[in-house]
């Protein structure tokens, strides 16, 4: 297994969201969370990245391991498409960036400023960091917003690549990718229950 999640809660302004949160991701396999809205898939997410702490439980095999892309696009507006790239790919210590703008069909867009994309060509060079990474594990927080269905497409085809290459991909998501293979798993069963003593102090 290359990441393994045992019993995770995590919880949201001082209150518990989700409970006992438990499953195995293996090399060459993608596992989509689902959910309503609110139930805490981002916080969850945030917390298997190392971005903010789990309130009980363990995450094994996230170390130097995860390349996270959350709601933000993470780019530099007043530098070009290759040069957010040659930025985020220096990062981690690589400089090959071609794949990456073939991947995501941004060879066109490579000398624009990125503060002059549309939304849905920011979101596709913030998706495109991913591949410049190095990093086998990719954890994505609603990854297809403001995507058009070709570049839907595009990213799922990145991803099926990644998988192919023995990399994981954990992605929240109420878009169908395409991915067939991918498991999916209900958060809902794992939502807390709610605590009167935790709310009353809340508001202490």
């Not at 518990?16 to 139930?39: H, K, Y």
């Not at 410049?132 to 070709?150: K, M, Q």
């Not at 990399?167 to 498991?183: F, K, N, P, V």
């Amino acid at each position: 297994m290359v990441l393994t999640v045992r019993d995770l809660s995590v919880t949201r302004g001082g209150l518990a969201i989700l409970e006992g949160v438990s499953f195995d991701m293996a090399p060459g396999e993608a596992l989509v969370l689902r959910g309503p809205n609110g139930i805490g898939k981002t916080t969850l997410l945030r917390s298997i990245a190392g971005l903010q702490p789990p309130e009980t439980g363990s995450v094994t095999g996230a170390e130097d391991q995860i390349a996270y892309a959350g709601h933000s696009d993470g780019l530099k507006a007043m530098l070009s498409v290759t040069e957010n790239l040659q930025f985020w790919a220096s990062v981690f210590g690589l400089t090959e960036i071609e794949q990456a703008l073939t991947a995501f069909d941004l060879l066109d867009l490579r000398m624009r400023l990125a503060g002059t994309l549309s939304a849905g060509q920011k979101r596709r060079l913030g998706l495109a960091r991913l591949m410049v990474t190095g990093r086998p594990i990719w954890v994505l927080d609603e990854p297809t917003v403001s995507l058009d269905a070709a570049s839907v497409a595009l990213f799922a085809d990145a991803v099926r690549d990644h998988l192919g290459r023995g990399g994981s991909a954990l992605m929240a998501t109420h878009i169908d990718l395409g991915l067939d293979e991918a498991r999916v798993l209900d958060l809902t069963p794992f939502k807390a229950r709610p605590r009167t003593r935790q709310i009353d102090e809340a508001f202490l």
